[in-house]
Each structure stands twice: as structure tokens, then as C-alpha cells.
């Protein structure tokens, strides 16, 4: 799990080594692509759009970059792994991933425009 913290600048600050730069970059990568409020929930670094849309969270060996959506945005990036029986998908790196921030930023305005045109997806239906 994540670090334990109150808000997502105290997420960051809790990190150290590649964690601290590839969650650095990430945050930025995202925060710059599209209008996203962030918080913290189920101790992750998550981003809202119309309900929860991305997540972050950095563990002992790895980072996952999570999407609500992320069955979806398979076609964008093969890398991101289907997880759960809803629309979870996540990319999971370690030190060596390579991972761009422009690779982020197109993800992370595909994932907004999805929360936007389908609405919350963690709305009951």
C-alpha cells in the first residue's frame, strides 16, 4: 500500500528514490491534461472526474498508475493489465519501466473524456 497521508502533496512528499521522480512526473503529467481534482482515498493518490477516474499508488517494488476505466484504454497502451471483474485496468512498473509523461497525459485525457461522456463509474446503476 501507498504511504499513509492527508493530502496528495503529503503522498508525494513521503516518497523517496524513483518512486518520488515516476510519481512526480505522473501527477504533473496528469494534472497538466485535463481539469482533474485530486485527493486521497483507500490510501491511494486519486484522481476525480465526474466520479474516481485514475489512481496512483506506490508500494514497496512498484508503482501502479490505475484506471477506472482502464479495460477501455487498452487500445491507447497494450501495457495496461485488466484487473477485476468491472473496467480496472492497471499499468505496473517497477524502477526499470520506461514510462513518459506524455505517455500519461494521453492516457489521462482519454480516461477523463470517458468519465465525462459515460458518467461516474463507480455510480450504482
Not at 42 to 57: E, K, Q, S, Y
Not at 85 to 110: H, I, P
Request: some cysteine; overall charge neutral; glycine content about 6%.
Amino acid at each position: 500500500m501507498g504511504p499513509t497521508a492527508e493530502s496528495p502533496d503529503a503522498y508525494i512528499a513521503a516518497l523517496s528514490g524513483w518512486q518520488l521522480d515516476r510519481c512526480t512526473m505522473m501527477r504533473a503529467a496528469i494534472m497538466a491534461a485535463a481539469p482533474f481534482d485530486e485527493t486521497i482515498k483507500w490510501t491511494n493518490l486519486v484522481f476525480l472526474a465526474n466520479g474516481p477516474c485514475i489512481l496512483i499508488r506506490a508500494e514497496a517494488h512498484r508503482v501502479l498508475l490505475g484506471f477506472w476505466r482502464g479495460k477501455r484504454l487498452r487500445e491507447l497502451d497494450p501495457w495496461i493489465r485488466a484487473s477485476g471483474k468491472y473496467e480496472l485496468g492497471n499499468l505496473v512498473m517497477s524502477e526499470d519501466t520506461e514510462v513518459t509523461a506524455e505517455q500519461v497525459a494521453r492516457l489521462a485525457a482519454a480516461a477523463h473524456r470517458l468519465n465525462i461522456e459515460l458518467g461516474n463509474p463507480a455510480a450504482r446503476r
